[in-house]
Every structure is written in C-alpha cells, then in structure tokens.
C-alpha cells in the first residue's frame, strides 16, 4: 500500500518552460488536494477535487491547471512557469466520509524555476 | 492576525521532557487537524479532532471547542520527535481540503 506517491520529487525549470507533476492515491480516496509550501507561509490550497473528472480552485489557483481523468490520478500542471512558482508542492488525498476525513499526504516535490 | 495561531513557534526540549504545543483559533471548524512534517521530509496527518481528546503512543490531542483551543502533547519526548508541528482547521463539513494551517511550531529534541 503505496499511499500518496508524487513525482517527480525534484525539478529544476526555466522561466516559461511547462511541466506536470503527478500525484497518485491507492487508497480510492474521493478527495484529492495540491498544496504548496513556502517559507513563511505555511501550506496553501491551489486547486482540489471532490471526485473524478471533478475539480476546483483553492486559494492560489493563478498559474496552475489541474486534471483528474481518472480517480486514482490528480495533475498539477505549469503552462508557463514562473520563478514565483518556486515551491514545494505537496499532494494530500481523503476520504469522503465526514467521520473521518484523515488526510494524508505525498513526500512533496521540489520545484525550483530560475 | 492569523486566524490559526500556534504557540510558541519554536521549542528546545531534552529527552525525555513533556512538551505541549499549542494552537488557537479564530474560527468556528468543524474538525481541527495536527500534522508532523520532518526536516526535508513528507507530511504526516497525527491527529483529527472535532471534540475532547485523543491519544496515540506518546502523543495526546486536545480540543476545546468552546474557547478555539487545542493542544498538542509528547510525553517523554526523543530525539525523533524533533520535526515541524502544524496545526490545520477546517471549516465546513464540506470543506474536506479547504484548511487554515498555523505557521507551525519547530519542536528541537536534545539527546
């Protein structure tokens, strides 16, 4: 039982380049969540879905683009990155059931755009 | 002001002292969460809380829901407690990934 897996771990990007991190849950989670981290700031909601094929803005949505064509999978997406954008993203799935609602968390990945 | 406050943001602690992190919030929540995030590491969910207490090993989770409080304590702290402590509210019943973290508390254990 793998949990929440995120890749890649690490990336170094230039201004303007895309790329996708994925983040895959095995636990048929419902809910699934990006988050990124900074100094200072403490974690922030950039977009997140309730089921599949299903997403939605969180707090710093700008920038970010999110796909999630199968349940198991949630895309964060960077058309045009900037060096704003440098983080450490983080991906966090939960259950739907309210009694519940544990979430739990991939090991980060850490983006650098120059 | 935050509306999720923790205190203090950091901590020195021998082994084997009783440490309490605090957190306090300016919200009405449905559930209040307690992460544990390793230097350069993952994050990890401890505890989630709607009411009363919790405990798991070492740790105990606290919340009261009437003064916006809760704690969080190790007892017989070791070395490998010593991590970043963040607390998180949520708001609705709906608001599953919708959470207000604390800027969290840097908890040092010393051998």
């Known amino acids: 039982n793998a949990g929440v897996t995120q890749t890649p771990k690490f990336r170094v990007l230039k201004t303007g380049q895309s790329m996708t991190l994925l983040c895959a849950q095995d636990m048929n989670h419902e809910y699934m969540y990006w988050y990124r981290q900074d100094p200072g700031m403490g974690l922030r909601l950039i977009h997140y879905s309730v089921g599949e094929g299903t997403t939605a803005k969180g707090e710093v949505p700008d920038g970010y683009n999110v796909s999630r064509l199968k349940k198991q999978n949630f895309l964060l997406g960077l058309e045009s990155a900037a060096p704003s954008q440098t983080s450490v993203y983080f991906c966090?799935?939960?259950?739907?059931?309210?009694?519940?609602?544990?979430?739990?968390f991939g090991e980060g990945s850490r983006l650098t755009v120059l | 002001k935050n509306e999720v406050e923790q205190s203090p943001q950091n901590l020195t602690a021998q082994e084997g002292e009783f440490i309490t992190i605090n957190c306090s919030y300016s919200?009405?929540?449905?559930?209040l969460h307690w992460l544990q995030q390793h230097p350069g590491g993952g994050i990890v969910s401890l505890f989630m809380?709607?009411?009363g207490k919790k405990k798991h090993g070492r740790l105990i989770a606290t919340i009261n829901i009437q003064e916006k409080h809760s704690s969080l304590h190790i007892t017989a702290s070791h070395p490998r407690d010593s991590a970043v402590y963040i607390c998180?509210?949520?708001?609705?019943?709906?608001?599953?990934?919708?959470?207000?973290f604390g800027q969290g508390t840097i908890l040092t254990v010393h051998p």
């Open positions: 919200v009405g929540i449905s559930a």
């Open positions: 809380l709607s009411s």
């Open positions: 966090a799935s939960s259950d739907r059931d309210m009694n519940t609602g544990e979430l739990f």
């Open positions: 998180a509210v949520r708001r609705g019943r709906d608001s599953y990934g919708k959470l207000t």
